[in-house]
């Protein structure tokens, strides 16, 4: 598999009142295509700061990040605007990137039907169940059709049972987009359960502990999701 992108010899201070803090020290790894890979790591260890570095958003300190392709980012937040409908929200997005293209449109059009949201189109977030939002998040996400996706611990404002739905419908939905993504959890199990790789950081300044393969997935077979209520 060709690599996406390339994380080399990371390393990322910043400046508070206390003086000089150490956040990233030597961080190393690789994302291949159509591969899903988790940092998984303690609150506060630096991994927020390694995606705000990705999409550059921040500088690092030192290092290098060669990137193939483009980034969409997901949020811990859903940020749906309330007094909007779901295909507004999705097209807002569109409009304020100056990306609302008749493809853009039809990709929207086509992920609302495949996932289940497009009975759903022209109703308000608050109508919709957590998990529902999410995906709607989510398709807000890909419909720029990024290569990457990234996700920031974007279920743990969910409760614990919609998590475990909301996890599993959105692997579906990138492994079925055929989409690589970089998920950021504290969460064991959802690094285990949703992701071919694990890179383990520790506490910070983050470093790299170990890098695990999983192939738990390997016979997979994705079907398109089934209409189902998510508990609120
Ligand atoms: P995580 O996402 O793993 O919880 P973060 O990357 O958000 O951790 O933060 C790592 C550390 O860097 C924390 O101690 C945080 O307070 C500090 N930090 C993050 N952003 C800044 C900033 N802009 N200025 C100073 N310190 C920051
Ligand atoms: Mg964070």
Redesign the pocket.
Known sequence: MKTILEVKDLYKN???KEGE?E?LKNINFTLKEGEILTLL??????????L?ILTKLLQPTSGEVNLKGNIGYMFQKDHLLEWRTIMDNITIGLEIQKKKTPENISRVEKLLKTYDLWDFRNMYPKELSGGMRQRVALIRTLSVNPDILLL?EPFSALDYQTRLLISDDVYKIIRNEGKSAIL?T?DLSEAISMSDSVVVLSK?P?TVKSTYDINLRQNENLTPLQTRKVPD
């Open positions: 910043f400046y508070n803090i956040v790591g303690p609150s506060g260890s630096g991994k927020s700061t390694i705000n920031d950021v504290h910070r983050a």
